[in-house]
């Protein structure tokens, strides 16, 4: 019998372990190489003091059972017919100046609310409430790449969006704030800008609510690194391998064909095929030369308004499970300087819908400012002490706004953990402490890479930077494509 040929992959997060696993399946050997101790990359969750602080999942898109993304998360293992999902009726909460609405699972209940919050909107909210109802058609396409399709699949995908286009026609050049200004109400101003960061091209937040509201969002019981502990297992039972603490230092390239891996360990993994996960920057800037860098990519490295990136200063607390406003409410605050950016809105989210994140009597809270490139800089330049020092003074400086925003909290926030976007170039090597690709902005193009690169015949890129804006479905789904890619160019069955 031939001997079968190797995929090397680099990484052993979402997209990585999906790429090793969908490798098997085609029948290669396959070998994963992830610099941590565990698997997930961006997707896990960790303990303190006893407590299990969850640092992914807010949305899952692909939990409805029939579309093309939920076959992927079975076949990787991440969901499964019975999974359990958390049992929340609502996206989020705004507050604004004692009044507060809430975007529900329900649309027609949201809409009712929108309109008694705010009558003089009423055209606007009716407006967006059908455009999100359009939005519910922005299914992720997750069956094979772009390139593969074939007439029939542009048919059928167009007759099943048949509305979303007038939704990218109305929200897919304009920015969340610019939307927001089209609303009278202050508070339903807030409410537009409060989820995703205000650059983000609008249509975003309308395909995410959608998500939400359609059923196709759910959060699986258990949190996200138990999700990411599945995928590794099924990884493992069908035969492969994954090596931890085993940081890739370069990629060797010979006579156009990347021959293996060194490790930072000294060593040397032989690879026949290789599909490197991790994050694009330190992949073009340490493992190969920069030349090897796509132009898109390239493009958009350089241009830091119209291709920003999106992280978070994060602190968890633990609090009574008495406490209980609704899952995700943003509320006003002080105005506050994180990073280089000055906040005056941040959200509390309640982890108390799921077992694993209560503990005698408490649950997990977290709250998370959005921070971005310039904010990395602002962290990445303090001397270590004054690192530190920073981050303390926000922890209580925010403590102090939650307490003001929730009485009832007063003594009894435990803190558990903060971090910031350092800790994500730490763990992740993440560019900028991105935990997301580039932000769709109104001034930037959607990023779609098709994987390959000039000059390298065997290596096939995955992860979420070959698609912005990056997040689980594209991670999943890439690590898939690779391996259809793979298959495409051998001329064997893509259908894996
Ligand atoms: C707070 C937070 C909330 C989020 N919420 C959501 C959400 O609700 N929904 C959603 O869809 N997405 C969400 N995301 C984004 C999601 O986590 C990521 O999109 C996804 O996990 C990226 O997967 P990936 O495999 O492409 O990349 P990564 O997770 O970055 O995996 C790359 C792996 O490569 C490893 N690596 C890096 N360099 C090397 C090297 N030199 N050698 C070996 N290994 C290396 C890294 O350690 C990492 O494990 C969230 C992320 C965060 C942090």
Redesign the pocket.
């Given at each position: 019998m031939d001997k079968k040929e190797k995929v090397v992959i680099?990484?052993?997060?979402?997209?990585?372990l999906s790429a090793g696993i969908y490798a098997l399946k085609a029948g290669f050997d396959a070998e994963i190489?992830?610099?941590?101790a565990i698997p997930?990359?961006?997707?896990i969750g960790w303990n303190r003091k006893g407590y299990h602080i969850d640092?992914?999942?807010?949305?899952?898109?692909g939990t409805k059972k029939g579309t093309d993304l939920y076959e992927v998360w079975k076949a990787t293992g991440a969901l499964t017919d019975e999974t359990e999902y958390a049992k929340l009726d609502s996206f989020y909460t705004s507050t604004y100046d004692g009044k507060s609405v809430t975007l529900w699972n329900d649309l027609e209940k949201t809409q009712k609310e929108l309109i008694a919050a705010s009558p003089e909107d009423e055209e606007e909210i009716k407006k967006f409430i059908q455009y999100v109802e359009y939005s519910k058609q922005c299914l992720f396409p997750a069956d094979k790449p772009m390139e593969m399709w074939k007439i029939a699949d542009y048919i059928s995908v167009g007759k099943n969006m048949a509305d979303f286009p007038k939704v990218l026609k109305e929200f897919g050049k304009i920015s969340l704030e610019e939307y927001s200004k089209r609303f009278r109400s202050p508070l339903l101003r807030k409410m537009i800008c409060d989820y995703l960061p205000k650059e983000y091209c609008a249509y975003s937040f309308l395909v995410s609510y959608a998500t939400m509201a359609d059923g196709n969002g759910g959060i699986p019981m258990g949190a996200s690194l138990q999700m990411s502990l599945r995928m590794e297992k099924k990884f493992k039972e069908m035969g492969g391998k994954i090596f931890y603490n085993?940081?890739?230092e370069k990629i060797v390239v010979e006579n156009r064909k990347a021959t293996g891996l060194q490790l930072e360990n000294g060593s040397f993994v032989q690879a026949d095929l290789m599909i490197p996960?991790?994050?694009t920057y330190?992949l073009f800037h340490k493992?190969l030369p920069a030349s090897y860098m796509p132009a898109e990519l390239k493009k958009a490295y350089s241009d830091e308004k119209a291709y920003p990136v999106t992280s978070?200063f994060?602190i968890a607390f633990a609090v009574s499970t008495s406490f209980n406003r609704g899952e995700t409410i943003f509320i006003d605050i002080d105005e506050l300087k994180v990073g280089k950016r000055t906040a005056d809105r941040m959200y509390v989210k309640a982890y108390g819908y799921d077992p694993i994140f209560v503990k005698d009597g408490k649950q997990v809270i977290q709250t998370?400012i959005t921070q971005s490139d310039d904010d990395f800089d602002y962290w990445k330049r303090l001397p270590e002490e004054e690192y530190r020092a920073a981050k303390e003074k926000l922890v209580e400086e925010i403590s102090v706004r939650i307490e003001t925003a929730f009485p009832e909290l007063k003594g009894d926030l435990e803190f558990l953990d903060c971090w910031t976007p350092l800790t994500?170039e730490r763990?992740?090597?993440?560019y900028h402490g991105s935990?997301?690709s580039f932000v769709t902005t109104p001034f930037g193009k959607q990023l779609k890479m098709k994987g390959k690169l000039k000059g390298i015949d065997n290596l096939y890129l995955a992860?979420?930077w070959t698609n912005s804006p990056?997040?689980?479905?594209?991670?999943v789904a890439s690590g898939k494509f690779a391996v259809q890619r793979i298959l495409k160019a051998r001329r064997k069955d893509i259908n894996i």
């Open positions: 680099i990484g052993g997060g979402i997209a990585g190489y992830e610099k941590n997930g990359g961006e997707c640092n992914c999942i807010h949305w899952l898109t085993a940081g890739v996960t991790l994050d330190p493992l978070g994060q998370c994500y763990y992740c090597n993440a935990y997301m992860g979420q990056g997040g689980l479905p594209v991670a």
